[in-house]
């Protein structure tokens, strides 16, 4: 279940919002490991500071989520929260946080949310995994600059959107604006109930033009048809639709993952969208050169009965996300493969915000 240590933190290797990476000595091991705090929670760990930590993850070698935890700052506990919220997520747990949501009743803006019902028609682009936020990124920005794109975190993957450098990365660089953390997850700027409020919250909050909506990092699989965290992504289809949205569907394709199931379309997309989603989406088919081209051209056709298939050239695409990675300074990764190793990846994420951009 849990592996429980104590360690002491040697130095503050580095920190982005709402998180610090830590040298720390673990107790009866040799050498120091990485660990992760996240200060809304336990506080600020220095240097020579006694911490209670979650081994677990480290232990497993563990990639996206291969860090010690901090649970506490014993000897040194934080102040007590003061303020307004009444939502509480990650119940139950020893670390459930109590946080204001958008839409309780404490809220300034329970009232536009009360009876809130409808998207008007705003593009809800979906991925499954966390690393397409940056390329559907770059390919919106680059057709429409200025674009006012908010990001919906469910919480199929990490639970705090601190753990997201990312998110961090992306708002300095003004290409995003904002996060909202929805169902069990938490830490946005905005947090909200469900995936319904929350987009909604994003509309008519924080003004989005498009929302991104894709699990945090760290997402789940067994190998098993349904036993994946994104799933999700076919329910968020749904919630983009049920509201009035525009729901964008964004194909997970890869060249380079060694495992069969996921070399073309995935079969998470091919779940997701053709037996999930309830509702029509535009499913964006990236043109890709060759043969693996036309392979991911025939496997996206399994989903026309469903959805409406739009076929979107990736021609300029790549020296798009070479120019955000440098202008942004975030590292497109995915599953520890980079742009060069695996391009289809990342050229479908952006065709996806191409042809978002087209929409408004």
Same mark, same amino acid.
């Given at each position: $279940?849990?592996?429980?240590?104590?360690?002491?933190?040697?130095?503050?290797?580095?920190?982005? +919002?709402?998180?610090?990476?830590?040298?720390?000595? =673990?107790?009866? @091991?040799?050498?120091?490991?990485?660990?992760?705090?996240?200060?809304?929670?336990?506080?600020? *760990?220095? *240097?020579?500071?006694?911490?209670?930590?979650?081994?677990?993850?480290?232990?497993?070698?563990?990639?996206?989520?291969?860090?010690?935890?901090?649970?506490?700052?014993?000897?040194?506990? *934080?102040?007590?929260?003061?303020?307004?919220?009444?939502?509480?997520? /990650?119940?139950?747990? *020893?670390?459930?946080?109590?946080?204001?949501?958008?839409?309780?009743?404490?809220?300034?803006?329970?009232?536009?949310?009360?009876? +809130?019902?409808?998207?008007?028609? $705003?593009? =809800?682009?979906? /991925?499954?995994?966390?690393? #397409?936020?940056?390329?559907?990124?770059?390919?919106?920005?680059? @057709?429409?600059?200025?674009?006012?794109?908010?990001?919906? !975190?469910?919480?199929?993957?990490?639970?705090?959107?601190?753990?997201? !450098?990312?998110?961090?990365?992306?708002?300095?660089?003004? /290409?995003?604006?904002?996060?909202?953390?929805? &169902?069990?997850?938490?830490?946005?700027?905005?947090?909200?109930?469900?995936?319904?409020?929350?987009?909604?919250?994003?509309?008519?909050?924080?003004? +989005?033009?498009?929302?991104?909506? +894709?699990?945090?990092?760290?997402?789940?699989?067994?190998?098993?048809?349904?036993?994946?965290?994104?799933?999700?992504?076919?329910?968020?289809?749904?919630?983009?639709?049920?509201?009035?949205?525009?729901?964008?569907?964004?194909?997970?394709?890869?060249?380079?993952?060694?495992?069969?199931?996921?070399?073309?379309?995935?079969?998470?997309?091919?779940?997701?969208?053709?037996?999930?989603?309830?509702?029509?989406?535009?499913?964006? =088919?990236?043109?890709?050169?060759?043969?693996?081209?036309?392979?991911?051209?025939?496997?996206?056709?399994?989903?026309?009965?469903?959805?409406?298939?739009?076929?979107?050239?990736?021609?300029?695409?790549?020296?798009?996300?070479?120019?955000?990675?440098? #202008?942004? &300074?975030?590292?497109?990764?995915?599953?520890?493969?980079?742009?060069?190793?695996?391009?289809?990846?990342?050229?479908?994420?952006?065709?996806?915000?191409?042809?978002?951009?087209?929409?408004?």
């Amino acid at each position: $279940m849990i592996r429980w240590r104590k360690g002491r933190v040697e130095r503050v290797r580095r920190e982005w +919002a709402g998180a610090l990476e830590l040298e720390v000595a =673990v107790q009866g @091991e040799d050498g120091t490991a990485r660990a992760l705090a996240y200060p809304a929670l336990v506080g600020r *760990p220095e *240097p020579g500071d006694t911490v209670l930590l979650n081994t677990t993850a480290l232990a497993m070698g563990l990639g996206t989520g291969g860090y010690a935890m901090v649970v506490a700052v014993p000897d040194r506990l *934080p102040p007590d929260p003061s303020g307004p919220g009444h939502l509480v997520k /990650a119940r139950y747990t *020893p670390l459930q946080a109590t946080l204001l949501g958008a839409d309780e009743q404490d809220s300034p803006h329970h009232e536009v949310l009360r009876e +809130a019902d409808s998207l008007d028609g $705003m593009p =809800v682009v979906v /991925a499954d995994l966390h690393s #397409a936020l940056p390329p559907i990124l770059a390919g919106l920005l680059a @057709e429409r600059p200025g674009t006012r794109v908010v990001y919906v !975190m469910p919480d199929g993957g990490a639970l705090p959107a601190w753990f997201s !450098m990312s998110i961090s990365q992306l708002k300095d660089a003004g /290409a995003l604006a904002a996060t909202v953390t929805v &169902g069990q997850a938490f830490g946005g700027d905005l947090e909200a109930v469900t995936v319904h409020t929350g987009l909604l919250a994003a509309r008519l909050v924080l003004d +989005a033009e498009v929302v991104i909506l +894709a699990q945090g990092p760290g997402n789940l699989g067994t190998g098993t048809r349904w036993g994946f965290s994104g799933v999700s992504a076919g329910e968020a289809v749904n919630a983009a639709a049920v509201l009035s949205g525009r729901p964008v569907a964004s194909l997970r394709v890869s060249e380079g993952d060694r495992r069969e199931r996921h070399v073309g379309v995935s079969h998470h997309s091919l779940t997701a969208y053709g037996r999930v989603a309830l509702a029509r989406a535009d499913v964006v =088919v990236p043109g890709l050169p060759g043969g693996f081209g036309a392979r991911v051209a025939e496997q996206a056709a399994a989903l026309a009965h469903r959805h409406d298939l739009v076929h979107v050239p990736v021609d300029g695409l790549r020296e798009a996300l070479g120019e955000a990675e440098r #202008a942004w &300074g975030v590292r497109l990764s995915t599953m520890g493969r980079r742009l060069d190793e695996d391009p289809a990846y990342f050229l479908t994420a952006a065709a996806a915000g191409r042809h978002t951009a087209s929409l408004l």
